[in-house]
């Protein structure tokens, strides 16, 4: 994906030094206009490019081949292309190597020789023992189009799940390692979108959207989306639902769990802002979802728990944020209990270390970290 990014910053830098290259006309194709409009409150909206909204019409095809055939032809005459080509890979042309992470007994981190298109993940049975490849997104596939998504351990650490998302696309696949063999389990989930794996037992928690008619995979609207349950070498057809409210089909829910998986957190958003939230003891069979927040007026966000009693960072009517208890036998927001108050910079994150808050601030762009 990193070349992707490569000739994109490379074609836009030669395009601003394209003055120097003598004039010429440029016949760019034609576009077609049909006669379209749709009336908005009495006003009549011309749309003339409509039939550009079906991508895989043949003439939309047809239209997009020779777009890039346009500005292919363009590109290709820059004289000193390659040059800068040269340069910028000699600049990007150094190892990067992420922060090491400790999952059970053994250390991953993110490694990039140079120019790979992704960062390769390495373990390391202990931290001076040599590191070997645990798992290498650059070899999903030949043309580097699909990415790693993201990682997922469960939570005995025994397991590693990890979505990937081919050719830039929202929509996520999901697969399952055996961190001791590095085995790739049968386990393979689809039509997943803005989901990660929320590990519970022998199994995770995630969010699907009902699978697309055959040519609408990239256009289908992101509607009725559901929370289920998946266990481990289990079919996708076989998984438990969790969640699913069909009076309500644009409002997404999205499932988390504590990290002993203890507590699943139901999570549902309007839009890129503020959320409700439910949550569920796992621990005691048939009990149901106890509302905490039920409006979207907000952000919430559950750390983890103690003794049972929910800790949680919220900007409710706090817009600096600060860290709250929830006791789910009390779970009315006027029986929270505020752990850290609100501060003059802005609270972005708090991780719970042993008996410890570790509090991320932003002070003047400047990341400052508070212990508690």
Do not use: C
Not at 287 to 311: A, M
Not at 316 to 326: G, H, Y
């Amino acid at each position: 994906m990193r070349n992707i990014t490569y000739l994109l910053i490379g074609s836009a830098i030669l395009i601003v030094l394209l003055h120097n290259i003598a004039p010429e006309p440029l016949l760019y194709p034609k576009s077609a206009k049909i006669i379209a409009s749709d009336k908005y409150h009495g006003v009549t909206v011309s749309d003339p490019y409509r039939w550009l909204e079906d991508d895989n019409s043949l003439q939309t095809k047809a239209w997009v081949e020779k777009q890039n055939a346009f500005t292919s032809s363009y590109l290709r005459r820059i004289p000193y292309r390659r040059k800068i080509e040269k340069r910028l890979k000699e600049l990007w042309d150094y190892p990067t190597h992420s922060t090491p992470f400790q999952k059970g007994n053994k250390i991953y981190f993110y490694k990039n020789e140079g120019l790979q298109n992704q960062s390769v993940l390495y373990v390391q049975d202990t931290p001076n023992s040599e590191a070997r490849i645990f798992l290498d997104p650059n070899n999903f596939s030949k043309d580097g189009t699909v990415a790693l998504g993201g990682i997922y351990f469960s939570n005995d650490n025994r397991y590693m799940g990890y979505a990937i998302q081919r050719a830039g696309s929202d929509w996520r696949e999901f697969y399952v390692l055996n961190v001791e063999t590095g085995q790739l389990l049968d386990d393979h989930l689809k039509w997943l979108k803005f989901s990660g794996m929320s590990w519970s037992g022998e199994g995770f928690y995630y969010n699907a959207f009902p699978e697309p008619t055959e040519g609408d995979e990239l256009s289908a609207s992101n509607e009725n989306s559901k929370v289920f349950y998946h266990r481990l070498e289990t079919k996708q057809e076989q998984d438990e639902l969790i969640f699913f409210d069909p009076k309500t089909p644009r409002i997404s829910p999205y499932p988390s769990t504590t990290n002993d998986g203890r507590f699943l957190m139901l999570y549902r958003s309007k839009g890129t802002y503020g959320q409700s939230l439910a949550v569920k003891d796992l621990s005691k069979p048939g009990t149901s979802f106890i509302p905490i927040v039920t409006d979207y007026s907000s952000e919430i966000s559950i750390i983890d728990h103690i003794d049972g009693q929910l800790l949680a960072i919220t900007d409710r009517n706090t817009p600096n944020r600060k860290v709250i208890l929830i006791d789910l036998e009390n779970p009315n927001e006027s029986s929270w209990k505020t752990v850290i108050n609100e501060q003059e910079h802005v609270l972005t994150n708090v991780n719970l270390v042993g008996n410890k808050l570790f509090a991320h601030y932003m002070v003047d762009i400047v990341s400052e970290w508070s212990i508690y």
